[in-house]
């Protein structure tokens, strides 16, 4: 891990090099939307600085301060990563965004298509990118539909959308207001909002939204900040941030006592244990995985095991 070291400027403000690049430009995400860093307060120097407030600077080597921010993170001690703040203008579907939004922990100011034309932009699926809905998971999707089949779809799409956004356009030539002339533009339709909010909760949302069952949209959204920004903007966050709690493997009570009797061999003594957990049911002919004993068993991949069941 190579430390970016922190500059400042004539009025001592901390200053990140590496993100200084960043500012302004507009990182592409989807097929119209975008991130762009506005502003930024502090680096991951913010973070060590916090921390050691109470009896001053301290130690200040990159090894100590790599520690220390691990040692934060890795003990929730959230308040230092506080310390750090970005603001970002994002462009995005309005479907994504109603996910987004429900993060309440920044300061948001988003275009508004009561004082102005919406954006004339809706998001457009590739034929080769329609997903199935998962059997599994009511919120989620598994694998993609026949690109043939995915053709029908995307014309029908840009047809519908089209046909909306000219009803539209219409109206507002025919001077209905455009708080109501809005009320039947698609989800699809792009967004744009100012979003600000500090290092603890922005990696909170990246664990979110990150993560593999999120929608693959908000998904590719959170990767380009996570992997493009915070990457750059806190790296020695973002190490630990990485290792800790995207790459990490979190083991309920339940699950550490399962896993023990696996390893052990003991997988008549762990199918009984979970039965008893509610994490499988059995009838005749038929073992049936419930959402814990599923999740758990999506784990143990990771640590050379298989599931008793």
């Not at 970005?86 to 109603?98: A, G, L, N, S, Y």
């Not at 009570?253 to 994490?279: P, S």
């Amino acid at each position: 891990m190579t430390m970016v070291e922190p500059q400042t400027t004539g009025t001592g403000r901390v200053t990140v090099p590496a993100l200084e690049h960043l500012l302004g430009i507009a990182i592409p995400v989807l097929d119209d939307g975008f991130v762009r860093v506005v502003d930024y307060l502090g680096g991951d120097e913010s973070i060590v600085q916090a921390a050691r407030v109470s009896y001053g600077a301290g130690t200040k080597s990159f090894r100590e301060d790599r520690g220390l921010i691990r040692y934060l993170l890795r003990h929730a001690h959230t308040t230092p990563f506080e310390m750090c703040e970005i603001k970002f203008h994002v462009r995005v579907p309005m479907d994504t965004w109603r996910q987004w939004i429900r993060h309440r922990t920044a300061s948001v100011n988003e275009y508004s298509t009561r004082y102005s034309v919406a954006i004339d932009r809706a998001q457009r699926t590739d034929p080769a990118a329609w997903r199935v809905q998962d059997s599994g998971n009511r919120q989620g999707s598994k694998g993609f539909l026949p690109t043939e089949i995915g053709e029908t779809l995307s014309r029908e799409e840009a047809e519908l959308q089209d046909a909306i956004h000219a009803a539209y356009d219409r109206r507002l030539e025919l001077g209905v207001a455009r708080e109501q002339a809005r009320k039947d533009l698609p989800l699809s339709t792009y967004t744009e909002a100012y979003w600000k909010l500090n290092l603890h909760n922005l990696l909170h949302f990246l664990k979110l939204r990150m993560d593999a069952h999120a929608q693959l949209e908000i998904r590719d959204y959170a990767r380009t900040i996570g992997e493009r920004i915070v990457s750059q903007w806190c790296p020695l966050a973002w190490e630990a941030f990485v290792d800790y709690e995207q790459d990490g493997l979190n083991l309920t009570a339940a699950e550490t006592e399962m896993v023990g009797l696996i390893a052990a061999g003991r997988m008549d003594e762990a199918k009984e244990r979970a039965l008893a957990l509610n994490w499988i049911a059995i009838t005749p002919g038929k073992t049936t995985i419930r959402r814990e004993g599923k999740e758990f068993a999506e784990k143990l991949p990771r640590l050379g095991l298989t599931a008793p069941w």
